[in-house]
């Protein structure tokens, strides 16, 4: 399943660099969530967006700033990070965040290290 | 506070039938999801119960109890491209969804 692309796949930055990771969705769904994943533990939600809106941060460090400039795309954008935050990186979309059993797609993910 | 819990691994023999469990503990329900990830791939959306009861799909089966907080994924004729994680995930009252850890499962010939 293409619906949902994210880039780069694998991305490796020092602490003090500044990167984005995309993520385009093709499915024409109104909702679009930042997750991390780490081995072992479960899927951590990072940022919920519904309609270019920001309705959910879960209590994300300021290191990791979103952007959603469209219902079709959104950004993570990443500034000196730290190696705890090395993850994979899942992007996901479904077709809206009201009170919906709608499953989530998702993207495969960027595999992000942080040297 | 709300969880999930699910083995950490399981191992099972080509051909063969494997029961992977979840256990839920959520303020609300609003049913139940499996997912399937490949390594290195996207979770991809394998069934989703919201009734007591056995839902099934060709060689994968989902039962839900909801009175025990309880679900199983059930896949049969084992293939070796089964070998996977599989994730469990609950929606709550807020419809949240609560993730478990992922069960990964080992296929061997």
């Known amino acids: 399943e293409t619906g949902v692309t994210q880039t780069p796949r694998h991305l490796v930055m020092g602490m003090t660099n500044k990167k984005s990771l995309k993520c385009e969705q093709h499915?024409?769904?109104?909702?679009m969530y930042w997750y991390k994943q780490s081995a072992k533990k479960p899927l951590e939600l990072m940022f919920v967006?519904?309609?270019?809106?920001?309705?959910e941060n879960n209590s994300v460090p300021s290191r990791f700033s979103p952007e959603c400039p469209n219902s079709s795309h959104l950004f993570l954008h990443l500034h000196t990070l730290q190696p705890e935050d090395s993850a994979l990186y899942l992007c996901?979309?479904?077709?809206?965040?009201?009170?919906?059993?709608?499953?989530?797609?998702f993207g495969d993910g960027t595999r992000l290290s942080i040297l | 506070g709300q969880n999930i819990d699910q083995p950490t691994e399981m191992t099972a023999t080509e051909g063969a039938i494997v029961q992977i469990n979840c256990t839920y503990q959520t303020s609300g329900f609003n049913g139940l999801f499996w997912y399937q990830q490949h390594a290195g791939e996207a979770p991809t959306f394998l069934s989703y119960?919201?009734l007591d009861g056995l839902e099934e799909k060709g060689r994968f089966s989902s039962f839900l109890s909801r009175s025990k907080g309880y679900s199983y994924l059930l896949l049969k004729e084992l293939q070796m491209k089964d070998s996977a994680s599989y994730l469990c995930?609950?929606?709550?009252?807020?419809?949240?969804?609560?993730w478990g850890a992922g069960t990964k499962l080992i296929i061997k010939p």
């Open positions: 995930a609950a929606l709550d009252s807020n419809y949240q969804l609560i």
């Open positions: 967006y519904s309609l270019e809106e920001r309705v």
């Open positions: 996901a979309s479904s077709p809206n965040t009201e009170h919906s059993n709608q499953p989530q797609h």
């Open positions: 119960n919201v």
């Open positions: 499915l024409g769904h109104n909702a």
